[in-house]
């Protein structure tokens, strides 16, 4: 059973920097895509980064470029999300998701491609 579990979420203020990690288990974590996705209240979940299984390839949603950094650590099983200059609308709730892949593997952006989800951890930003 794949578990992936977030944590990082806090109350920050704008311009602030926060760091998400997500932890696997329960799988081979080097044959996963791993992604972030983040959902405000009322509206529908969206594609926030997302990186290929042996990490030097990334691709972000427009409205994160240049201040967030996904990047992961294969030995430690965690994918990360730094985020940097934080706005208002960037609160939400933060997912990471994975899929497994044996091939080289494609950077998805949308949710239904990816099979395993966390819980989420929230993210407020404070104007």
């Known amino acids: 059973q794949v578990q992936l579990v977030e944590s990082g979420g806090g109350l920050v203020q704008a311009g602030g920097s926060l760091r998400l990690s997500c932890a696997t288990s329960?799988?081979?974590?080097?044959?996963?895509?791993m992604a972030w996705f983040r959902q405000a209240p009322g509206k529908e979940r969206e594609f926030v980064a997302t990186?290929?299984?042996?990490?030097?390839?990334?691709y972000y949603a427009d409205s994160v470029k240049g201040r967030f950094t996904i990047s992961r650590d294969n030995a430690k099983t965690t994918v990360y999300l730094q985020i940097r200059s934080l706005k208002p609308e960037d609160t939400a709730v933060y997912y990471c998701?994975?899929?497994?892949?044996?091939?080289?593997?494609?950077?998805?952006?949308?949710?239904?491609?990816?099979?395993?989800w966390g819980q989420g951890t929230q993210v407020t930003v404070s104007s």
């Open positions: 998701a994975a899929y497994e892949t044996y091939s080289y593997g494609v950077l998805y952006t949308q949710h239904h491609a990816y099979k395993y």
């Open positions: 329960g799988g081979t974590f080097s044959r996963y895509v």
């Open positions: 990186i290929n299984r042996s990490g030097d390839y990334t």
